[in-house]
Structures are given as C-alpha cells and as structure tokens.
C-alpha cells in the first residue's frame, strides 16, 4: 500500500530559529499532499494544501510566510516554520493520495507526523 | 462538505462489537461517508467508505442508513490496539484537491 514518510519524527529548537520538515511519498507519485497541525487533545487542524510545480494554498488563517511549503517533486513536499516560537510547538502531520488504490476514492495516507516542540 | 456530529467518547469491552455512531443530515447525494481513526501520537489511518451501500473490509463494517443522514462503523471483535479517536468524515470522492476536514472524532477506549 501507500507509505508516507515524514523526517524528522520529533525536533526540539530555540526559539527564533526555523525547522524544516519532509514529507515524502515513498512508492507513488503526489502532485497534491496536505498539511495539518494538531494541538494536544485537540483534532487536526489543516494548513495547507501542497501543490507541485506551484505555490501552496493556505487555509484560512495560516500565516503563509511563517510556515513556507515547497513541493519541488511529486515526492517530496517540505513544510518550514520560520522564527519559530513556542507557541508554534505542534504535531504537525502530512498526507497523500494514492489515486491507483481504492478505486480511485478520496483516500488520504497519513505520515507518522512530527512533534516540534520550541524552547 | 456536510458536517458530522459524533459522541465524544465511548467504552466497549475487549472482544465484544464496537458501534460507533455519526450523524451528517445535511448529507448530499454525491458525498461519501469516510472514516479515519488516530492512534495516540501517529498519523490518522484510514478505515473505510461507502455512499449509501452497507460496506465491508478486513478491518470494519460501514453501515449507512437508508436516508444517509447517519451511519454506523462496526468493529466486530474490539481489541486494546483499536483505542483511538474515530473520524466520521462526510466529503466527495473524486478531485485532486479535495480536503478532509476533521471534526472532533469519538475517543474509544477498549477496556479489558
């Protein structure tokens, strides 16, 4: 089946520094991925929806520049928080379609995520 | 996409049937009824879909009412690995750029 890989699995950083985060789809192709960030005991909340070859599209309330989405291959998309700061500490989880499974149906494959956390 | 309403939480004991409840009245014709679950700390996973047939997989059953305004997701023989927030997500089936949205899911937790 689909595998979504995501890297790193957990990150801690300073304050004001910028993370980068990769998510990868490991045997298909993605020209479409999604990003969600989920708070503690909260649901997933989504981002950004990652285009290749073209700019992201942020949902409402997403600040653009702070959270700069690449999606340079139809395999790899990466999400940067810029300066981050704590309250920026978040799972933040990756997904894509596999349209070959399913019978073509709307199914998302999730990556693991990965837990930033900011001093 | 329509919205779905589901129990904040349920128990269900070790080997018995999990019935998880949804409610999504404002359902249109072309939508489908997803549902993902979220082990503590990992991705969602998805689990299965339908639009208006009953539905079946090694993992569960999808039970659709026939005026589609609810469904019920079946786990016949619960286990402590199936604790997890349950998403019931209402949304079409087709297009690139279709988003799921998450609503606040149901918290099973199998008790032994």
């Known amino acids: 089946g689909a595998v979504v890989s995501q890297h790193p699995s957990w990150v801690i950083c300073k304050s004001g520094t910028s993370v980068k985060i990769e998510c990868r789809s490991l045997?298909?192709?993605?020209?479409?991925m999604f990003w969600y960030r989920q708070f503690p005991k909260q649901s997933l909340m989504l981002m950004a929806t990652?285009?290749?070859?073209?700019?992201?599209?942020?949902e409402q309330g997403v600040e653009k520049d702070k959270f700069l989405i690449n999606h340079a291959s139809l395999t790899l998309s990466t999400l940067t928080v810029t300066s981050a700061h704590p309250e920026d500490s978040s799972f933040y989880i990756c997904?894509?379609?596999?349209?070959?499974?399913?019978?073509?149906?709307?199914?998302?494959?999730f990556g693991a995520g990965s837990r930033l956390t900011v001093l | 996409d329509a919205k779905t309403t589901q129990p904040p939480s349920m128990d269900c004991a070790e080997g018995r049937a999990a019935n998880l409840p949804c409610n999504h009245s404002?359902?249109?014709?072309?939508?489908?009824v997803y549902w993902y679950r979220q082990i503590h700390s990992q991705g969602p996973q998805y689990i299965i879909h339908g639009l208006k047939n009953n539905e079946t997989n090694e993992m569960a059953s999808l039970i659709i009412t026939e005026d589609r305004k609810s469904s019920t997701l079946i786990l016949p023989h619960a286990t402590l690995r199936d604790t997890a927030v349950y998403y019931c997500i209402v949304t079409f089936e087709r297009g690139a750029t279709n988003k799921l949205i998450f609503g606040t899911g149901t918290l099973l937790a199998v008790q032994p």
């Open positions: 045997d298909f192709q993605a020209t479409t």
């Open positions: 404002t359902i249109s014709g072309n939508e489908y």
């Open positions: 990652s285009n290749e070859g073209s700019k992201a599209t942020y």
């Open positions: 997904s894509a379609r596999d349209w070959s499974l399913h019978s073509g149906a709307n199914v998302l494959t």
